[in-house]
């Protein structure tokens, strides 16, 4: 019951992080954007898994042991199809979410270490050619490898039709192409997996753009074989200038963290300008039973800031300077017009009392 909790955790993340990135629609394991898809894939578990009906595969398996995962593929419609069915290992995004769609990212370096990863232990990329109204199956072995004693392996498969064209998506003469996918997650559980447990590590601290915002990335890695889900690791991150307790900007949020994996998590500048000069970055991370703190200096230059401010399109306009400059015109407008009329008064003053003072002399010569 414990092992089909996780798998359906990680599904549910996986799927939101899937579509987060694919943008494709409402979607479960292996039955994505069901509706208008042309194709559909059921799963074929292996011997070693307890739930034969499951839409993924979760088996538990020892080192050096080996597990077929089946797949059938039927074509919906009355014409071919060529669907391309490509696996990728689980990943973390920067917000928190898991999935298994980066297919040429390079793998994390601790992953790679392990070899463990789903795509180097069996799982290939396969193009698959459906006849019209026509079913193919497909089988693949995965084989953990002598040296992965305790852990989780985590992945999944991807399938998408390219010959698949959503007529409801054709705009003023122009046909857009939609890839209707399914997914297959692959959980695998090798020796005794309790033992087993998250370990995060603060790596790099660089300035970005991510998203027309200026940002900080600071990249977490999870260096073990084990996950965190359910958005069950709870981050706060807080920005100071080094030596200073003034915070300039921080975060919140709830993660899950694919094992052996890393992410760049934002913290993003919003309305605000990416500041240079040499700062600290504070980082809190906890679960129920595990806690990690981090500190670590890092200097954003001149140019940095200046760039990628530029690329900031939140920032918005300051017009202070201008009324500021226009403050001051209409100061020294008032001034003017002031000195103006005093001068004036004083002149038509003065030709009052001269143009008096001639007529009493007139009068006095009469």
């Known amino acids: 019951m414990k092992r089909k909790v996780v798998v359906w955790s990680f599904l549910i993340s996986g799927i939101f992080g899937l579509l987060m990135m694919l943008n494709t629609g409402p979607a479960s394991a292996a039955t994505l954007n069901v509706g208008s898809a042309n194709f559909t894939v059921t799963p074929i578990p292996p011997k070693q898994q307890s739930e034969r009906d499951s839409s993924s595969f979760d088996v538990l398996l020892t080192p050096g042991a080996s597990a077929d995962f089946g797949f059938k593929v039927q074509n919906k419609v009355d014409k071919a199809i060529t669907v391309k069915m490509r696996p990728a290992v689980a990943t973390t995004g920067g917000t928190g979410s898991l999935g298994y ?13 392990l070899g463990v990863a789903l795509t180097k232990i069996g799982a290939k990329s396969e193009t698959i050619k459906l006849p019209p109204k026509g079913t193919v199956t497909i089988k693949q072995t995965i084989t953990v490898p002598n040296t992965f004693l305790n ?57 970005a753009v991510q998203n027309a915002r200026a940002v900080v990335l600071f990249n977490l890695q999870n260096t073990m074989p084990m996950y965190i889900l359910n958005q069950g690791l709870t981050l706060q991150a807080k920005m100071y200038p080094a030596g200073s307790k003034k915070v300039i900007n921080s975060l919140k949020q709830k993660m899950s963290f694919a094992p052996n994996s890393n992410a760049d998590v934002p913290l993003v500048f919003e309305n605000q300008q990416l500041p240079s000069g040499k700062f600290t970055l504070d980082v809190v991370a906890s679960t129920d039973s595990q806690h990690w703190h981090f500190r670590k ?14 690329s ?12 500021i400059l226009i ?27 001269s143009t008096g003072n001639a007529d009493n002399r007139r009068r006095r010569g009469r």
């Open 101 to 113: 769609t980066q297919f040429s990212a390079p793998l994390d370096n601790t992953l790679a270490r």
């Open 297 to 310: 200096n890092f200097t954003i230059s001149n140019a940095e800031a200046n760039r990628l401010n530029r």
């Open 312 to 323: 900031n399109l939140t920032l918005k306009s300051s017009y202070l300077w201008l009324w």
């Open 327 to 353: 403050g001051v015109l209409v100061l020294i407008f008032i001034v003017v017009l002031v000195v103006w009329l005093y001068r004036r008064g004083i002149k038509r003053g003065q030709n009052m009392r």
């Open 151 to 207: 852990g989780v392996i985590l992945g999944g498969y991807n399938f998408i039709s390219d010959s698949y064209q959503d007529k409801s998506s054709s705009q003023k003469g122009i046909r857009l192409k939609n890839q209707p996918a399914y997914e297959v997650g692959v959980l695998i559980l090798v020796g005794k997996t309790e033992t087993v447990k998250p370990s995060l590590q603060l790596r790099t601290i660089r300035p």
